[in-house]
């Protein structure tokens, strides 16, 4: 069996933990295509703060208790460039996360596109599943959104590390989402995969974007894979960061029922077939979707691997 899991953030990191499980008890080969909107230059390092979130926790090296980063991380560097004054401030890298990044800017300089350095980056860490960026072309998700008494359009990062989402927000937008082309073997793993799963990770600036990229949501949604989401919101809250002001942004009510019909039926030219709720929402619908309440809270490896069985049982490949 082949699974393909479109998974961005902290929540769809430790979802594909699951997947990875469930997958060694099927036998299934899973390859997870990645968000890079977050995707930023800072201090001369381009940082992938979704595909390092991935690679981090599938590799057993992530922070459990920020949910982000390197476990055992030091702060120097961060120190340091504190002390010289060096903007932005509001972003701290950490002393080893910094090494990933000169890595990856070193190979990127170098003309190696981010597809095959994401795959030379994991060779140290063996996530035991396939990781691709959503594209190798620059793709930012910015924010238009009100900043000391102006309209403008900031970074993502900037909106959420430095303001916390915490001023008057309009839109979205997905920069060289238009221009940009699928990183190899996207398309491909979603054309030939038996099932596709959308993670809990947030609609709006994870699964969006990667969406967002000529040919990938046509993949997804002409393609002859059953499409199951589950959903990132329990009891109407979000099970982390910040989802529900991302969908009252975009007018989406803070549901499970919401973020499944913002994803929308396949039959009437959304996405999902199949749409797996927390058993507090067993009463959410989605109409022209097949929707399942089981537990959704990832509180181990065990009880997401059950989810992930549970979401291939409703797309009937389990």
């Known amino acids: 069996m082949r699974i ?6 902290i929540g769809g990191a ?6 990875r499980a469930h997958a060694r008890e099927i036998g299934a080969e899973v390859t997870a295509v990645v968000n890079v909107g977050d995707d930023v230059r800072l201090h001369g390092l381009q940082i992938c703060p979704d595909l390092d979130s991935v690679m981090y926790t599938l590799g057993g090296a992530a922070e459990p208790e920020r949910g982000w980063g390197r476990t055992g991380e030091t702060w120097v560097v961060k120190d340091e460039l504190a002390k010289y004054g060096a903007e932005p401030s509001w972003f701290g890298l ?14 990127l300089t170098a003309g190696y596109p981010l597809s095959q350095v994401t795959t030379a980056l994991c060779d140290r860490w063996q996530p035991g599943v396939t990781l691709l960026p959503a594209t190798d072309e620059r793709l930012e998700t910015h924010v238009v959104a009100d900043v000391d008494g102006e309209r403008k359009a900031i970074h993502f990062q900037e909106w959420w590390v430095r303001y916390r989402g915490d001023v008057p927000t309009h839109r979205f937008v997905f920069v060289g989402a238009e221009a940009a082309k699928p990183a190899p073997g996207v398309t491909e793993a979603i054309g030939a995969a038996d ?3 959308l993670a809990p990770s947030n609609p709006v600036v994870s699964i969006a974007p990667i969406l967002a990229v000529p040919g990938i949501r046509e993949a997804v949604a002409d393609g002859p ?13 979000p099970v982390r960061g910040m989802a529900d002001r991302c969908l009252a942004t975009v007018g989406v009510e ?9 994803y929308g039926a396949r039959t009437g030219g959304g996405l ?14 989605v109409a022209g979707v097949r929707t399942r309440a089981v537990p959704l809270w990832m509180s181990d490896e065990r009880a997401t691997a059950a989810m992930v069985a549970a979401a291939l049982d409703l797309a009937g490949v389990s």
């Open 14 to 19: 430790r979802f594909l933990v699951g997947v």
């Open 94 to 107: 950490g002393d080893k996360d910094t090494a990933t990044h000169l890595v990856r800017t070193t190979m």
């Open 195 to 197: 099932v596709v799963l």
């Open 4 to 9: 393909v899991v479109l998974t961005g953030g």
């Open 272 to 285: 999902l077939d199949g749409w797996l709720v927390d058993t507090a929402d067993s009463v959410a619908e």
């Open 254 to 262: 803070v549901s499970a029922a919401g973020v499944g019909g913002l």
């Open 225 to 237: 894979a059953p499409v199951v989401g589950v959903s990132p919101v329990i009891a109407g809250a």
